[in-house]
């Protein structure tokens, strides 16, 4: 059973329900669980609905058994919250069945809701407000999401990897979303950039190339500030299979001509990961998964994914030789190390303050 923890229900710094609310008018469920009875249920669930201006069929279901279990008193707080004409409209509603009028004035529904409670108590909201800004504050400061870039060559499993990944890390947080080497953000979902067999295409001249390159720091640069960032804030799970650090490692796989030291400086300027994995294969394993590059090349790549990693911060190694299992097991025991370790630093720092 998921539960919701919360002191008081509010909305723009509004208190709509108190928690002495809940703990006054609740009955004791047989497993000692105090639930709210019918018409407290009933506000606090109508309230919430229209607050997020999305009510579902089942929802309203739930709504009209609620109202019938106790009519009056449901109808007595339908007036406290609304104004008589909108308290009639809801109160309607829900003795009908019919929740149609409802769906369609959720909006103004809500800012009658809103208004009327903000009218009723303004200094509440403005103290609240005030009380809030430190928390906003490290809500920007400390996003709660985690942004993973998955790095390795062509045949270390980062796609089962992945997978596995984004099944058994995402009860950590609200949400998970999958990015393939750049955020795309300035031409939505478009295709990934990288080539079947790069080692047979022709490299982009400079000019190309550089324009290439400008693409690449605008589609980091605003898609981190206004997709990524955004949903870190929002608890996402952000998981790059590769990243614009392949781009230093094989420049040739995207067709990059210009001078790799500008690619370099640039990457400086660009917004990194929170945790950067490198699955590490031997060159004869990957050739015998892979053979999309010579034996050469792919020695070559190993060893400078593994210069990557020792200089980048919050890099990690993981031997990607070994069952699939292993390698998924201690990629999530980086990933909830590094959880734990932010989750105590940020406390102490709470604390201290």
Not at 33 to 58: D, H, N, Q
Not at 105 to 128: I, Y
């Amino acid at each position: 059973m998921p539960l919701d923890v919360s002191s008081d229900y509010r909305c723009l710094g509004n208190i709509l329900f108190s928690e002495e609310d809940f703990f006054a008018d609740s009955s004791a469920h047989p497993r000692f669980i105090g639930v709210p009875r019918p018409s407290l249920e009933f506000a606090y669930y109508c309230a919430k609905k229209i607050i997020k201006t999305s009510l579902k069929e089942e929802q309203a279901l739930r709504l009209s058994e609620l109202f019938a279990a106790d009519p009056e008193g449901c109808s007595r707080r339908l007036s406290k919250l609304f104004p008589p004409s909108e308290a009639s409209l809801v109160r309607t509603a829900a003795e009908s069945g019919d929740w149609a009028p409802v769906k369609d004035r959720l909006p103004n529904l809500r800012r009658a809701l809103l208004l009327r409670r903000a009218l009723r108590n303004p200094l509440s909201a403005c103290r609240f407000w005030l009380e809030e800004l430190p928390r906003l504050f490290r809500r920007l400061t400390q996003p709660t999401g985690l942004w993973i870039s998955l790095l390795g060559p062509d045949g270390c499993g980062k796609s089962s990897v992945l997978a596995r990944l984004e099944q058994d890390l995402a009860p950590l947080f609200r949400h998970t979303k999958r990015y393939h080497v750049r955020p795309f953000f300035l031409h939505g979902n478009s295709p990934v950039d990288a080539v079947d067999r790069p080692q047979e295409q022709a490299t982009r001249s400079s000019f190309s190339s550089l324009l290439k390159l400008g693409l690449w720091w605008a589609d980091f640069t605003f898609g981190y500030l206004f997709a990524l960032f955004p949903a870190l804030l929002r608890s996402t799970l952000l998981l790059f299979d590769r990243g614009y650090a392949d781009l230093l490692v094989d420049p040739k796989r995207y067709r990059y001509g210009a001078p790799l030291a500008l690619a370099r400086f640039l990457g400086f300027l660009l917004p990194r990961p929170n945790l950067t994995l490198v699955l590490d294969v031997p060159a004869e394993i990957l050739q015998s998964r892979k053979q999309e590059v010579p034996f050469a090349e792919s020695a070559r790549q190993r060893q400078a994914y593994l210069d990557l990693a020792k200089n980048t911060n919050n890099g990690f190694v993981i031997d990607a030789s070994r069952p699939l299992d292993e390698v998924v097991r201690e990629a999530e025991n980086i990933v909830i190390r590094y959880l734990e370790k932010r989750t105590e630093k940020r406390w102490k720092r709470h604390f201290d303050d």
